[in-house]
């Protein structure tokens, strides 16, 4: 079984920053099988549907939605199971539940519980 636990979601005020951060844990727990998933952050706001914001590759490439591209930054730390997403300049648009997900293949799909992110004034 395979767990992903996000955390940093918070209240921010426009322009502020937020780390959000997701440890892994089960069957994806080693640093060697953790390395072979492509990790990302997704996103879903109200009567939205689920968005991706950032991916990153086991070879630390990234890709990023338009609507983030120059404010936030994925990074993903191997030895600590772990993805990160560093949002700079926010705003109310940014306004959602942000999701962990790991994938390797169709079928070796995981989803975190999801961390609220707010920004308002």
């Known amino acids: 079984q395979v767990q992903l636990v996000e955390s940093g979601g918070d209240l921010v005020q426009p322009g502020g920053s937020l780390r959000l951060s997701c440890a892994a844990s089960?069957?994806?727990?080693?640093?060697?099988?953790?390395?072979?998933?492509?990790m990302g952050w997704y996103r879903q706001a109200p009567g939205k549907q689920r968005e991706l914001v950032a991916l990153?590759?086991?070879?630390?490439?990234?890709n990023y939605a338009d609507s983030v591209k120059g404010r936030f930054t994925i990074s993903r730390d191997n030895t600590k199971r772990a993805v990160y997403l560093q949002m700079n300049s926010l705003k109310p648009e940014d306004t959602a539940v942000y999701y962990c997900?790991?994938?390797?293949?169709?079928?070796?799909?995981?989803w975190g519980q999801g961390t609220q992110v707010t920004v308002s004034s």
């Open positions: 997900n790991a994938r390797r293949s169709t079928r070796d799909v995981y």
């Open positions: 990153i590759s086991r070879i630390t490439d990234t």
């Open positions: 089960g069957s994806i727990s080693s640093t060697l099988i953790f390395s072979t998933y492509v």
